[in-house]
């Protein structure tokens, strides 16, 4: 009787130790809602994503530049482009939030903190772009806009 009990207890305990080292690892991540990972990237495949990332937003920068330029001259109407802007800064917000999620690769922390900044930046340059675009606004006004945003493309574009 005694032999059964210890056998008994063995088993029970090693079922307890089987079930419990089924369990699952880890957190489950859902893709769609965009970048994950666990891991660093490599320097090269997070080069890679930051020029993803930041290469759509380079080139509406360089296109607000122009535009600006443009509605100053009166050959541009304003509500495209207050539109135009609004399709960026979506942009960026998505791809600095993109950026969050990803771990930078190693020695590469200050240039992502950095980059951020500049995102945010960028999309305060934006944001007061539109609302100027939405008032009165000079040709002056334009022209500062239009080097705000070249400048805004060399700071990102230097990540």
Not at 55 to 75: P, Q, R, Y
Request: with cysteine; glycine share 6%.
């Amino acid at each position: 009787m005694n032999s059964i009990k210890k056998l008994c207890s063995v088993v029970l305990i090693s079922a307890v130790v089987a079930l419990g080292g089924c369990a699952e690892v880890g957190s489950t991540v859902d893709m769609k809602d965009g970048y994950y990972a666990e891991q660093r990237m490599s320097e090269t495949e997070y080069t890679i994503f930051i020029s993803k990332k930041t290469s759509a937003i380079l080139d509406k920068l360089v296109a607000h530049a122009a535009t600006a330029g443009n509605i100053g001259s009166g050959e541009y109407d304003a509500a495209n482009e207050i539109k135009n802007v609004d399709v960026t800064i979506a942009t960026i917000d998505e791809s600095y939030e993109d950026i969050l999620k990803i771990g930078a690769a190693i020695d590469y922390e200050d240039a992502r903190d950095n980059l951020l900044d500049q995102l945010d930046s960028a999309k305060e340059h934006l944001e007061s772009y539109r609302d100027c675009l939405s008032g009165n606004y000079s040709k002056s006004d334009l022209e500062a806009y239009a080097s705000e945003f070249k400048n805004d493309f060399t700071a990102i574009k230097a990540f």
